[in-house]
């Protein structure tokens, strides 16, 4: 769906009618809360009387500096918190530090947000989240410094489960991560990853000799169960989006 902002302004002020609502699910509606600080102001205010609230996805709207107020309107915790493409800023993320006496999440989804220019403020956001289960920080133009940073870091959440970590990095930063989940993560059972960059863009660039040199140093069904063995979890792993 698309929601034009007329549509919002009759949409909104009907959901506190729904005295149970457990799950308020916006995505793709490219609702953009930068442009109209009256239709903030509505939507928070329409937050606050959702007592029952548990999850919400905003994904697709852009909310640039705008989290804290958001957040700041739902009284208890949320569970899940999809913030995928959303256009976060620094001062979103410095938001979730300091609400994070206040929003414990089970779930939380921060891709697409171009992560890379804030690293040490996520990763700050990452420890002190003590219950998160499901962590997805995918095509957020990590380095393969930042990438290693990032698995290091997330050792320190004891009840992750499952981490979605899905972007261009090389074999051999795979097969580096995969051998530290393998010996520091003991809750994990699910990791998402792109398929190396060595082999995903020679299959756009079709060149036979490269491919050659690639299957001689690794072939794909090889990298494939060295990565499952290497981080003693299930590895999925999904073609590279260029």
């Known amino acids: 769906n698309v929601l034009t902002r007329q549509n919002l302004k009759y949409f909104l002020p009907r959901l506190p ?50 989290l804290e107020y958001i957040l700041k309107s739902i009284e208890h915790s949320l569970d899940v918190l999809n913030l995928d493409f ?7 993320l410095i938001c979730l530090n300091q609400m994070s006496t206040h ?15 804030f690293m040490r403020q996520l990763l700050i956001v990452l420890i002190k989240q003590t219950r998160l ?18 698995i290091a870091c997330c050792q320190r959440l004891t009840t992750l489960k499952s981490l979605s970590v899905r972007g261009p990095n090389s ?13 520091h993560y003991s809750c994990l059972q699910s990791w998402k990853i792109a398929s190396p960059i060595e082999y995903s863009l020679n299959r756009f660039v079709g060149n036979d000799e490269q491919n050659y040199l690639i299957q001689t140093i690794m072939p794909y069904d090889m990298f494939v169960n060295e990565m499952n063995k290497r981080a003693k979890c299930l590895v999925s792993i999904s073609e590279l989006s260029v």
């Open 17 to 66: 009618s729904l005295t149970q609502l457990h799950t308020l699910d916006l995505s793709c509606n490219f609702i953009d809360f930068r442009l109209n600080r009256d239709d903030l102001d509505q939507f928070c205010h329409i937050l606050s009387q959702l007592k029952y609230l548990k999850n919400l996805s905003l994904s697709g709207s852009p909310i640039t500096n705008r």
């Open 86 to 92: 959303c256009s976060l800023s620094e001062n979103d």
């Open 103 to 117: 929003h414990q999440f089970l779930h939380l989804d921060l891709g697409t947000n171009r992560l890379n220019r």
């Open 133 to 150: 289960i499901v962590l997805d920080l995918d095509y957020n133009r990590f380095s393969s410094n930042d990438y290693l940073e990032l």
């Open 171 to 183: 074999l051999t930063t795979q097969l580096a991560a995969a051998t530290f989940i393998g010996e």
